[in-house]
């Protein structure tokens, strides 16, 4: 029989549990999202240089392309769950070698950048949205 836990110990365990989980969902809504843009810049930029599409907005415009501005949006949201949740994983875990100091470093940077992406794209996404809906 294990010895009775204290309060504490059984919030934390819950907490771990939870980042993990949102760690995991975060990353798979990351690749899904990320191959999806890639996908579409990679035949938006080579669809129109060799012309083989000739959409009417701009390509790769943040007032005008829809398409560009929420997949942006997407991934800047998924990296920063995922980011995120990996920061407060290591903060209750804990840290002590090197490596796990300069992933909690690039995590920070990553985290930043997503923020600053976010600031910038949000607002034009959901306008889109709100049009479109």
């Given at each position: ?21 949102s ?81 909690v ?6 985290l ?22």
């Open positions: 029989m294990e010895p009775p836990r204290s309060k504490t110990a059984k919030i934390a365990t819950v907490l771990q549990r939870c980042l993990e989980v760690t995991r969902v975060g990353l798979r809504s990351l690749l899904v999202v990320s191959g999806w843009f890639a996908i579409y810049a990679v035949v938006g930029f080579l669809g129109s240089t060799v012309g083989w599409i000739d959409p009417s907005y701009p390509l790769f415009s943040l007032e005008r392309d829809p398409f560009f501005v929420i997949g942006i949006t997407l991934v800047a949201l998924s990296t920063g769950v995922v980011t995120s949740s990996l920061l407060l994983h290591h903060f209750l875990v804990g840290f002590e070698d090197d490596e796990s100091q300069f992933s470093l690039l995590g920070f940077v990553s930043g950048f997503s923020a600053a992406v976010l600031r910038v794209t949000l607002p034009i996404a959901v306008e889109i949205l709100l049009r479109v809906f």
